[in-house]
């Protein structure tokens, strides 16, 4: 879990709800790992981040791009809780549960029974992520082209 927006006293309140589940929240509150009971909290750290991402079944997060990307394309189950006052996060927010994520506007004990339900129903999105590398070396290499082609028509046009 990685929720920037909420401090750790809400966040352990919440997830304390589900004592037989095994959360690994980071945040930027935590200076060692230490653990509560079923809740381990780690310090920011992009690389033990992304370790736990790839262990994990599902992630709860903001509705930030990179994390709800990540967590699409490695076919983990998603749940997103945008940050208020943040427009991208809210049109984010709107897509992913238009392809059927997941999403509560805010961390509390109120929204336990969507995330209990999450929980027992997971749904992993299938995106198709397209590698379309032959396609973007050629746009590449053409650009590249009429750049210097271009380059070469405006000295011969200045002589």
């Known amino acids: 879990m990685y929720l920037p927006a909420y401090d750790l006293k809400r966040i352990t309140k919440v997830l304390s709800l589900f004592p037989n589940v095994k959360w690994t929240i980071f945040s930027k509150e935590i200076n060692e790992p230490k653990t509560q ?18 262990k994990s079944d599902g992630i709860i997060t903001s509705a930030g791009f990179t994390t709800t990307s990540e967590a699409l394309f490695l076919g983990k ?5 945008p940050m208020r006052g943040q427009i991208e996060q809210s049109f984010n927010a709107q897509v992913l549960k238009k392809m059927g994520v997941t999403v509560v506007k805010e ?15 997971p749904n992993v999105i ?15 290499a053409l650009d590249y082209i009429k750049i210097k082609h271009k380059k070469v028509l405006d000295y011969k046009l200045a002589q």
Do not use: M
């Open 37 to 54: 009971g079923s809740l381990r909290f780690f310090p920011i750290n992009e690389d033990h981040f992304s370790k736990k991402l790839a």
């Open 77 to 81: 189950t998603l749940l997103v809780i």
């Open 107 to 121: 961390l509390s004990i109120k929204k336990s029974k969507i995330i209990e339900h999450w929980l027992e129903n």
């Open 126 to 140: 299938k995106v198709n992520f397209e590698n379309d590398l032959n396609y973007l070396v050629d746009q590449i």
